[in-house]
């Protein structure tokens, strides 16, 4: 059984009579800070020239923030909470907080076990035999991020932290180097000599175009 029909937009109650076997648990929001990417292949689906071609690009990583009474500054009284606080001190300390009922990704399942389960909108949760199994859709959640920076809505990456990646990649390999003559070893290097080039490829695309490296 596939439970996303039971599921309900942020901004709604679940009412269904079907209800999820697992905890609940609290709400959360989606934020951002500009020191946090990574680098990440898209491989175009549809149809025309673009189909089935691979283009790398440095997304941003996304942390959820609990909205849990008592937790980061977030307040409650009951099951109603207020993360006006929260939301604040972490603009205050230069994330960007992405609003579910602006960016629609949450999702809210009504629970067998009391209140409600909140998940994203790229987890399919399915029974099988009793137990809940979680299937995550990467291509999609990639793709809602990178629209993030292609519609402004996440500046794109500052090219000082692109280049602290770029380091922390030269220094993996320095380390390694001692024992290069280890098929394994010199089968990593390789491998992360690969990842630097479209690395610095990528990084060069962002600094000549800015947004436009994101479409």
Known sequence: ?????????????????????????????????PKNWELVAITE?????????????????????????GVAGTRGTGPHVDSTLA????????????????????????????????SNKWTLLEDLGGDVVKTFDKVAHAIWRRDLVRKGIIRPPHHTVLQKMIYDLERSIQRKIPNQ???????????????????????????????????
Request: proline content about 7%; charged content about 25%.
């Open 181 to 215: 003559h280890l098929p394994q070893v010199k089968e990593d290097i390789e491998h992360i000599e690969t990842i630097k080039d479209i690395m610095l490829h990528t990084k060069e695309q962002v600094a000549q175009l800015g947004i436009k490296a994101y479409e």
């Open 87 to 118: 939301k604040a001190q972490a603009k205050s300390d230069g994330w960007t907080i992405l609003e579910p009922q602006d960016h629609d990704y949450l999702r809210i399942y009504p629970t067998t076990r009391g209140g409600s389960y909140h």
């Open 1 to 33: 059984m596939d439970y996303t029909q039971i599921a309900q937009p942020w901004s709604q109650s679940p009412a269904q009579a079907k209800r999820l076997p697992i905890d609940s648990n609290p709400s959360y929001f989606l934020k951002h800070h």
């Open 45 to 69: 689906e549809g149809q025309g020239k673009k189909k089935g071609s691979t283009k790398y690009y440095f997304l941003p990583q996304l942390h959820d923030h609990p909205e849990h009474a």
